[in-house]
């Protein structure tokens, strides 16, 4: 089974994002919260319309290890949600399926799979968002144990695995290494 693959560019994440507004909104807020805040797609399908709606941190019940996580909304995503869901019920899914419900972690994998199939993006699925998400906070803030937090993780080492970073980080850590400074 192949890696899966965050997306890195930033101007291409733009792109996927300006795409899918257009297209459908509700896949647009999936990738956004995805890509923003980082959840798994198990997580994010449940979450309801109240546990979002003009608030700054949404609490998560991480389906891996049953961890409560409170996960700060941001700037750019309360503006999605707020325009999303100006007009939906609060006991409503956020991201509602067609027959009832919330989408299926079925579902949100073809949506993921079309996205990756017109960007041409390999080893794409919806784990991709959390590794964006992941990948991006890392860039941003060259900090291990921010991204351990915001993941959820056990340890440090698991983070940096997790974001393929251990040739690059042993390198980057050793190669000025010098004990007698």
């Known amino acids: ?22 297209e ?4 647009c807020l999936l990738f956004l919260f995805g890509f923003c805040c980082g959840p798994r ?4 399908i449940s979450l309801r319309v109240v546990d979002v709606k003009g608030k700054d941190v949404v609490k998560i019940k991480a389906t891996k290890n049953s961890k409560k996580l409170e996960v700060p909304i941001p700037k750019i995503l309360k503006k999605e949600i707020k325009i999303y869901c100006k007009d939906k019920e609060l006991q409503g899914y956020l991201f509602p399926s067609r027959q ?11 949506i993921a799979k079309k996205v990756a199939e017109e960007y041409d993006l390999e080893d794409f699925n919806t784990h991709s968002l959390r590794k964006t998400f ?5 860039e941003k803030t060259k900090n291990i144990a921010l991204v351990q937090m915001a993941l959820g993780h056990q340890s440090p080492a698991t983070t940096i695995k997790y974001l393929g970073l251990e040739e690059e ?7 000025n290494f010098n004990p007698f400074d």
């Open 1 to 22: 089974m192949n890696k899966m693959q965050p997306i890195k560019d930033k101007d291409l994440l733009n792109e996927i994002v300006d795409n899918l507004r257009e």
């Open 24 to 27: 459908n909104p509700r896949d």
């Open 41 to 44: 797609i198990s997580e994010m």
């Open 100 to 110: 009832g419900g919330h989408i299926s972690r079925q579902r949100a994998s073809q």
């Open 134 to 138: 992941a990948h991006m906070l890392y």
């Open 169 to 175: 980080y042993l390198q980057r850590n050793l190669n």
